[in-house]
């Protein structure tokens, strides 16, 4: 797998364009993407399991349930959450403008918003983007359809991946936004991905589901789990290779592949969270399953007092053996081991012979990892999260205003 340019208009067949159409009075800032396939292709969704699902969200449901698409419009600026009704009749609205303009039926459009909740879309500012959109489409377009999707991100959030298939080569691209609402069943975070791989819908759900455990669902800036939360997946089929059969060498390639580049976007959101000045990975050991030891990480990764030690910089071990300890999984106290990066704080469940200066060195830096061990066990797992900080308070305190 090599990385390469383009985002999601890296792979084959695939334009893109990110405009700005003013969804927040007075900004100036691109805040309307679109990203077509010249073909239909199949799609996959992943959303959010917050019962306030936003119109958009319940709209892209049921295109991904019809299993084929061949756009993806996304509004930044907006989430179109909790408007009622109206909220669901824009949503289509927005799939009929851009299913006009492309030539394609508006069950073939997915649509995505991100912004403040409970406003209802500005409809005329939305209609101007989407056609903005369409007259600026272009195979290099990947980048200013990652600016465009953009809240309080401070960067934009873009790859792209090629991979050598035993029949031939096949290309992934991605983008991404999020910077906070990001917590484990998704996280404000929207994500698009396009394939030029040939695929079905059926298998091509099974992968993006897999990855999404793998990647989206082991992040967390804040806690918070948002009204729109959404990834998709499109695959074309445009490269000149056969279609991906589950059972094949090929197929389960390409699934790491989907993994891979769904755990590098989701980093990416972690490292950009709000305020954050560490980027934190949590790996225990140990555990009975896969799963406990990611329900043990989770609860390392999500503890409000564990994030601003690592804010603070302070090997403050009890803190995580504390969030370990109250995770819901059963093991033995006097197996427990900690260590930060190559420094152990913790063996038998007891302070182990440390030096607090080099611990809390591996602490200043910007990126490091707490390994935990709770036994003997074959299950293990990594989960990402980022610190706490004073800037985190600032961002969030007058978000609206």
Not at 43 to 60: D, I, M, Y
Not at 161 to 167: A, D, N, S
Not at 205 to 215: G, K
Not at 355 to 368: P, T, V
């Amino acid at each position: 797998m090599n990385r390469v340019e383009g985002g999601v208009t890296a792979p084959k067949g695939y334009r893109a364009a990110g405009t700005a159409a003013g969804i927040k009075p007075g900004s100036t800032k691109r805040d309307c993407a679109l990203i077509a396939s010249d073909v239909q292709a199949s799609v996959a969704g992943a959303f959010t399991t917050n019962q306030f699902k936003a119109a958009p969200v319940l709209w892209c449901a049921e295109v991904c349930a019809g299993g084929r698409a061949q756009a993806a419009f996304i509004n930044s600026g907006n989430a179109n959450a909790c408007t009622g009704e109206q909220g669901c009749d824009d949503a289509r609205t927005t799939a009929e403008w851009v299913g006009r303009g492309l030539g394609v039926a508006p069950d073939e459009v997915c649509v995505c918003s991100t912004g403040v909740i409970g406003v209802p879309l500005p409809m005329d500012r939305i209609e101007h983007g989407v056609q903005s959109c369409l007259e600026a489409l272009s195979t290099t377009g990947g980048a200013e359809a990652a600016e465009a999707i953009m809240t309080t991100d401070t960067v934009p959030k873009e790859a792209a991946v090629e991979v050598v298939l035993g029949q031939g080569t096949v290309r992934l691209g991605a983008i991404a936004k999020g910077a906070g609402m990001i917590a484990p069943n998704l996280a404000t975070m929207v994500c698009v991905i396009t394939t030029d791989a040939a695929i079905g819908p059926g298998p091509l759900a099974n992968l993006l589901r897999a990855a999404v455990s793998e990647s989206f669902n082991r992040i967390c800036v804040d806690n918070d789990t948002s009204t729109n939360d959404t990834v998709l997946c499109l695959a074309n089929g445009q490269a000149d290779v056969s279609s991906l059969a589950p059972g094949t060498d090929d197929f389960d390639q390409f699934g790491r592949a989907l993994t891979a580049l769904c755990q590098d976007m989701a980093k990416r959101l972690v490292r950009d969270g709000e305020g954050a000045t560490k980027f934190v990975e949590i790996e225990v050991s140990g555990a009975q399953s896969d799963a406990d030891a990611g329900q043990i990480a989770r609860s390392i990764a999500t503890s409000q007092l564990c994030k601003t030690a690592f804010f603070g910089q302070d090997p403050n071990w009890g803190r995580f053996a504390c969030a370990a300890g109250y995770a819901g999984i059963p093991f033995a106290p006097d197996a427990f081991a900690l260590w930060v990066e190559d420094v152990q704080l913790v063996k038998n469940g007891r302070a182990a012979d440390y030096e607090e200066a080099a611990a809390a060195a591996c602490m200043r830096k910007s990126e490091f990892c707490i390994r935990v061990r709770v036994g003997d066990g074959p299950g293990a797992a990594v989960f990402w999260t980022s610190d706490l900080s004073h800037d985190y308070v600032t961002i969030n305190a007058d978000y609206r205003t």
